[in-house]
């Protein structure tokens, strides 16, 4: 099981870690004459932010059903060799939970190969942290993201293939956007510790945020759940 | 001397395939309204219908792909529940889906390596047998395997399980005639050899004809004809009465006569059963002299599925 | 073994093997003490369902035609009193009528027929009971 989905997904992988590089490359080039070293990692954080929280989206699958490697071309709403994976004496909460797991790993090795580039090729981001607090940012993040990530599943369970990425895409930015419209308590927004907010900056860690994130998570998980073993096809 | 024992059971609660009253609609269109299903265990089940009539709704409730809205299904005597109670069931099943599709990433070995771990009855020798039988080539990608490739990989997937119980969607679809025959070969073996009940939907009403020994006729949702072959074609017959008279026009029959065709002074009578009634009957007629054919599957076919 | 079986003639398959194996007998194609293939083996080379070749094969057992040895398999009857039920003079019979039926200037066609139509009287005669107009 977890060889498939790896198969599945390593164009996924590739293309999210691409993304991300590029994202990194872009603001290191104009980067050099920014301000302050402090200004200088929180814009940089920001741009990391950004990209990170798209990650989710990309990894998320399309719950059990069987992905294209490169989900943009299926036109069809089900590949036909999902009907053989669920003829398969496994239960359906194990071929989401694998996928899930497995699409968990693969978000958290993206931000730990990203957060490594930055760390050693932005030197100027160093300053005033310790690689403790690099350590702490990068559980930050990837608890915050697992929250996106949680989303994304429920949408990637209900909407077509070829919609889920669009769907997630406006959902997570609508979701960012309520911070500044609504009046989201801070320890409810999930966005910020990965920018502003991280322990690269306020040197301290956000729980709050955090378990939020991780509950946000594990009922976007239930709820997939549930939705998948009461799906037909 | 030894006797020769039939092969699988003779005993009508001895059912792999159960269903009773399955009901299930999609968006208002009733696909099945009813069914009725009894394979016994070790047959081979041919089960026969037009297109929409129901065979693959039917198969894939069975698979546990789709939940009836009501009525009652079985396999193994287990009722085809939720998640759980399923892995069990399907631990024991073999399955060919109707597009033969498979993961476009994987070569026929991966898919292979892939699907042996799930069953622990997987027989390696019959793994050995199919890959040089049916000539496929383990490095190719499958999205490169033509159709007739993709359903014996399919195949040799769902037999290499040790399973008890074959299902197969329209197996020889799309097949040339050589290899369906090839597949078809495979079938009797099997069924010989390890005593599988295969159980297999097909418009091909010959290829039932020839390795099946019970048949369902779907139509509608609800099954017309059902029970064992050899049964069904000496309960059915057809009669062609010839009148040297003018034939009377309008006649009570009796049970079992299912169709009439009049043409000039010439009859055309199918039966269903009760034959010997029926032809006492027109034998009573004035001027008629009778005689009687068997009838093949494809014609019980034709005359159960054409007037609705 | 080459056995022609028709699924979708009005013959039950089963009797179309009985009397194909019984030709077979009788023409000397299989002579007492030959080995026939095993039901698996037959069903998988006919094509045919095994309960098709089991019912057969139980019939001629119980014929004489053929015995049945513990694992070995299926054997052609050494016994020749029950090899074949048909004698010379049942052919001679049989040979007669065509030839008097053609002298008088039937086709081979129309011969079959009658030949037809007697066994469908005899079939509708003999499960009535023997009333028939």
Redesign the interface.
């Given at each position: 099981m977890w060889?498939?989905s790896w198969?599945?997904t390593r164009s996924r992988v590739t293309f999210a870690l691409l993304w991300t590089a590029s994202f990194v490359l872009l603001m290191a080039a104009p980067g050099r004459d920014m301000g302050k070293s402090s200004d200088k990692l929180g814009i940089v954080l920001s741009m990391l932010a950004l990209a990170f929280v798209f990650v989710p989206v990309w990894l998320a699958g399309s719950g059990i059903r069987?992905q294209?490697?490169f989900g943009f071309g299926s036109s069809k709403g089900l590949?036909?060799?999902t009907?053989?994976t669920?003829?398969?004496?496994?239960?359906?909460?194990r071929l989401l939970l694998v996928r899930a797991a497995l699409g968990l790993l693969e978000m958290v090795a993206v931000i730990v190969a990203l957060t490594c580039v930055v760390w050693l090729f932005l030197p100027a981001v160093r300053v005033g942290t310790g690689p403790g607090e690099w350590l702490l940012y990068v559980l930050t993040v990837s608890v915050c993201a697992s929250g996106l990530y949680g989303l994304t599943m429920i949408a990637a369970t209900l909407v077509d293939d070829a919609w889920i990425v669009p769907f997630s895409t406006v959902a997570i930015i609508l979701l960012w956007m309520l911070q500044f419209f609504g009046s989201v308590p801070a320890w409810a927004n999930i966005y910020r510790p990965m920018a502003q907010g991280s322990p690269l900056v306020t040197h301290s860690v956000p729980w709050a945020p955090m378990a939020v994130a991780l509950a946000v998570g594990a009922a976007g998980l239930l709820i997939s759940l549930r939705i998948v073993?009461r799906q037909?096809? | 001397m030894p006797e020769v024992s039939q092969r699988g059971s003779s005993d009508p609660r001895d059912c792999v395939i159960e269903t009773a009253g399955l009901r299930k609609s999609f968006r208002g269109l009733e696909a099945l309204r009813g069914l009725d299903l009894r394979v016994p265990s070790g047959s081979i089940y041919g089960f026969l219908g037009k297109n929409g009539a129901g065979k693959t709704t039917t198969i894939k409730a069975l698979m546990g792909l789709l939940r009836p809205d009501s009525g009652d299904a079985r396999i193994f005597g287990q009722p085809i529940g939720g998640d759980a109670a399923g892995v069990e069931i399907r631990r024991r099943i073999g399955f060919v889906t109707e597009d033969k599709e498979l993961y476009p990433y994987m070569t026929v070995a991966q898919v292979i390596r892939f699907t042996r771990p799930f069953f622990p009855r997987w027989r390696d020798d019959l793994e050995r047998r199919y890959l040089q039988a049916f000539e496929l080539p383990p490095k190719q990608k499958i999205p490169k395997l033509s159709k007739g490739m993709r359903s014996k990989l399919m195949l040799l997937l769902a037999i290499c399980r040790g399973a008890e119980l074959l299902i197969l969607d329209e197996p020889m679809e799309g097949l040339d005639p050589a290899i369906a025959e090839d597949v078809l070969g495979v079938l009797t073996g099997l069924a010989a050899a390890e005593g599988t009940t295969i159980f297999f939907s097909s418009h091909q009403i010959a290829d039932v004809e020839q390795i099946a020994d019970h048949v369902c006729i779907i139509d509608q949702g609800r099954a017309v004809v059902a029970g064992a072959l050899d049964d069904l074609k000496s309960q059915y017959q057809r009669l062609h009465v010839m009148f040297s008279e003018t034939p009377p026009q309008s006649v009570a029959w009796v049970d079992g006569v299912e169709r009439v065709r009049h043409d000039g002074r010439m009859l055309s009578i199918f039966a269903s059963r009760n034959v010997e009634a029926v032809v006492d009957q027109v034998q009573s007629l004035p001027g008629a002299s009778v005689e009687r054919f068997p009838v093949t599957l494809k014609e019980i076919f034709l005359e159960c599925v054409r007037s609705h | 073994m080459i056995f022609r079986l028709t699924p979708s003639s009005g013959v039950p398959v089963y009797l179309q093997l009985i009397g194909q194996v019984k030709h077979a007998v009788e023409t000397g194609a299989l002579q007492p003490g030959d080995q026939l293939p095993t039901i698996r083996r037959l069903a998988e080379d006919l094509v045919v369902n095994p309960n098709t070749v089991v019912r057969a094969y139980r019939e001629l057992q119980h014929e004489g035609v053929i015995e049945l040895r513990h694992g070995s398999g299926a054997y052609v009857g050494e016994s020749k009193t029950a090899s074949t039920r048909i004698t010379r003079r049942d052919r001679a019979v049989v040979e007669s009528a065509v030839e008097r039926l053609a002298a008088a200037g039937l086709t081979e066609d129309e011969i079959r027929r009658l030949f037809e139509h007697a066994l469908i009287s005899l079939r509708h005669g003999a499960s009535k009971g023997g009333n028939h107009a």
């Open positions: 060889m498939k198969l599945e069987t294209q490697p590949h036909g060799s009907l053989f669920l003829s398969l004496p496994v239960s359906r909460t073993q037909e096809y | - | -």
